[in-house]
């Protein structure tokens, strides 16, 4: 049986957990403290730990050190009021599995849920090479995982944009993301992707450079990088035609979503560049 533990959990998180069929089957403890919570980490396994929402992200990560000596195999997920940028990554650091602050999206919560009961070989997926709040560089790992991981962690890092505009801001990275893990690693876990995610006054840029040997959109006709007015339908058709999955689309939601995407000569690097309104 798989087993989640939440320590102070609002009581529309432990009924959404507990009522939704992603994870049915699952048992949903509640722990009344930290001290509490590593006596039940000691005495059971637990797949997913919450910590939380009232207790500073700083200790948080503390506490996290004792629940992995005591269950090392647990995934910790990361539940506060608020959060600094410099808390968001200090969670990165610490090999957090996922950081959600308020106000909560519980159907993510809970899809977040689903995916680290699933989750085996994650520990390695992000690897922090520096950071600080407007600047960011890392080493993912090419796996759909890693992908619903870092969107999540760097959508906390935008928390001052306004909605929509993180909103579409993400999704613009998550296609160029899983193109460059699809089409330049294969989805090979041990191929690696650089990301560097870059804040100014003015605009949020994110950079992508995949391990391929790159490639040029206008040698592969079908790939969905039509001009506006283009007939995307025909290049569905190519890509079936191939044995392809429908793909390239990706490439061009995220061109009509940001204000600037740019191709390296060889193509495996990308920079999305968004201006803050």
Request: hydrophobic share 45%; net charge negative.
């Amino acid at each position: 049986m798989t087993r989640l533990l939440l320590i102070d959990p609002p009581k529309e998180l432990g009924d959404a957990l507990r009522s939704s069929p992603l994870i049915e089957g699952t048992f949903v403890d509640c722990a009344t403290g930290e001290a509490d919570a590593l006596r039940r980490l000691r005495i059971r396994s637990y797949d997913v730990l919450f910590t939380s929402p009232a207790t500073p992200v700083r200790a948080d990560l503390v506490f996290l050190d004792e629940a992995r000596q005591a269950r090392p195999g647990v995934r910790p997920v990361v539940l506060t009021a608020e959060a600094a940028p410099e808390e968001v990554i200090a969670a990165l650091r610490s090999r957090v599995f996922a950081f959600f602050s308020a106000p909560w999206d519980l159907p993510e919560i809970t899809d977040m849920a689903r995916r680290a009961i699933a989750a085996t070989d994650w520990h390695e997926g992000i690897e922090v090479v520096s950071a600080k709040p407007d600047w960011i560089s890392l080493r993912v790992n090419c796996g759909l995982l890693t992908v619903e991981r870092l969107v999540r962690f760097l959508s906390e890092l935008g928390k001052d944009l306004k909605e929509e505009e993180r909103e579409e801001t993400m999704l613009a990275f998550r296609e160029i993301l899983v193109n460059a893990m699809e089409h330049g690693g294969a989805f090979n876990p041990a191929q690696v992707v650089e990301v560097s995610a870059v804040r100014t006054q003015r605009t949020v840029v994110y950079y992508v450079k995949d391990p391929g040997p790159g490639f040029d959109p206008a040698t592969i006709p079908h790939a969905a990088n039509a001009e506006p007015g283009g007939d995307l339908l025909a290049h569905a058709e190519q890509r079936a035609e191939l044995g392809l999955r429908p793909g390239g689309f990706g490439l061009l939601l995220a061109r009509k979503i940001v204000d600037e995407m740019i191709h390296s000569e060889q193509g495996n690097e990308v920079l999305l560049i968004k201006h803050i309104i």
